[in-house]
């Protein structure tokens, strides 16, 4: 006997159609995935270039500014903002320069140093403080 439409089941008729209909929507919603995909890297390559440029600005402004800083701190640069101020100061004589020669360490001293920080303020308190023999 022939089966007609008539017999068959709605999920039967509409099977085909609803396979159909999905794997359009795989096919579509790929498509629209890889088109936001592109546009993403099209619009973080934006940024980078934009990042990067402005990376190099800062780089030569901080190189400007460690010229002008070297420049402002140079002796002579002091020695005329000096005369332009009238602060009546001069540069320091090689006699006027007292050089301290710090001395290595005693038993003692390295004790105090391996000490806990609040310790070695009070035992550098109390050395300071015991008179000297």
Not at 27 to 46: F, K, P, T
Request: charge should be positive.
């Amino acid at each position: 006997m022939a089966r007609n439409r008539k017999n068959q089941s709605a999920a039967v008729r509409f099977g085909p159609a609803l396979k159909a209909l999905l794997i359009c929507l795989f096919i579509g919603g790929s498509g629209v995935g890889y088109v936001w995909q592109q546009n993403q890297l099209l619009e973080l390559g934006r940024q980078k270039a934009e990042k990067e440029k402005r990376l190099n600005l800062l780089r030569v402004q901080n190189s400007q500014l460690g010229r002008h800083l070297a420049e402002l701190q140079s002796p002579k640069s002091l020695e005329t903002r000096l005369k332009e101020l009238n602060l009546g100061l001069s540069m320091a004589q090689p006699t006027q320069i007292v050089r301290l020669v710090d001395a290595p360490p005693t038993p003692a001293d390295k004790s105090i140093l391996s000490m806990h920080p609040a310790e070695r303020q009070y035992a550098e308190r109390r050395t300071a403080a015991s008179p000297a023999p």
